[in-house]
């Protein structure tokens, strides 16, 4: 007779949580096509207000989540109390916000953006993710946040901007941070993000502590994609709904000769070639640079990236193949986010 082995107390506890009849209201700021928001959803939170610039992102959110809570927002142009006063707008009146989730936009920190500089204008949309926060908890009471970004924030030059995130931060919260590399939670991808998690100043005696690794295999490329069949190639009348099997699993058709071939050169952005045996290199795409699939013969579909990023055959992401691959590129991979996401249910609202 094969042994069950027994549910950890964490387990235990977020799943009490999650079958409860109590969700944890959300804000999700900078939330893009919702990859953050998907592994909040899973883990029991419930998402009441979602904002991001990108209009495209807004209509992939909204297709996938109800009740259009995802709004066109420019945060930095718009002050904290009208983003509360828009956040709230709809809200049951005995109903609070208990939490902020959001990754601003790190193109200023990004490796991949060779022109990047500490004094880029996008920095300062960290900054007033904080300044929202802090709004919220005055307002609100908001117990906890979550922020991610890319781990070049941390690099020598912008020590003086970092420090002045963590006094913002600091200012309600006592704040945790974290590199995380999601290939140790079950995604096929070798991508470093760092979080910061703030949880409201005097709620955690001991201290908040972020999930810990899978043990076992790492996931690989294979264990998602060699299944699939061939994607469509893009052609100026196609139409979404005409692609079988899935509405993103389409990609440019190949013209570079070395698609004939299938031998990539070594090194470079542009023609960087998958391995079916290791995890993918970062989903972090220009619109040319898209990874190649590991037959050689051509680019990864979209609907693959978003695989290699987390997502469910079910999500579905809107726009051109800009707009698309920008959508992919920026995600927080889902399983990540559901991980924090759980850390966050047992240790702020279910106690150690």
Known sequence: MTSIAPETLMDKKVSELQSSTHKPLLASLFCGAGGLDVGFL????????????????????????????????????????DVYDLACEGQPENVRFEGIIGGPPCQGFSRANVGRCH????????????????????????????FENVPEILAKKNVDFLKGLR????????????????????VAQLRRRYFIVGVAKGLLKAGFEFPLPDNGAVKVVSDFLSNLPDPVYYSFKLAPEEIPYHRNHWTMRPKSKRFISGEMPVGGRS????????PSRTVA???????????????????????????????????????QVKQVSNAVPPPVAK???????NQVFMGN
């Open 42 to 81: 899973r883990a029991g939170f419930n998402v009441g207000f979602a904002a991001d610039y990108d209009s495209a992102a807004v209509n992939s959110y909204n297709a996938n989540h109800a009740g259009e809570r995802a709004k066109v927002i420019d945060l930095l142009e718009t002050s904290a109390e």
């Open 119 to 146: 004094s880029d204008p996008r920095n300062q949309l960290a900054l007033k993710y904080a300044d929202i926060v802090n709004l919220f908890h005055e307002r609100a009471g908001i117990r906890f946040f979550v």
């Open 167 to 186: 006094e913002s931060l600091s200012k309600n919260f006592d704040i945790y941070e974290q590199e995380i590399n999601a290939s140790k939670f079950g």
């Open 271 to 278: 023609f960087i070639k998958l391995e079916w045996d290791k």
């Open 285 to 323: 795409y220009g619109n040319r640079e898209i990874h190649i699939h590991p037959s050689g013969r051509r680019r990864l579909s979209i609907y693959e990236a978003m695989l290699l990023q987390g997502f469910d055959h079910s999500y579905v992401l809107s726009g051109n193949l800009s707009e």
């Open 339 to 345: 991980r924090i996401a759980e850390a966050v249910l």
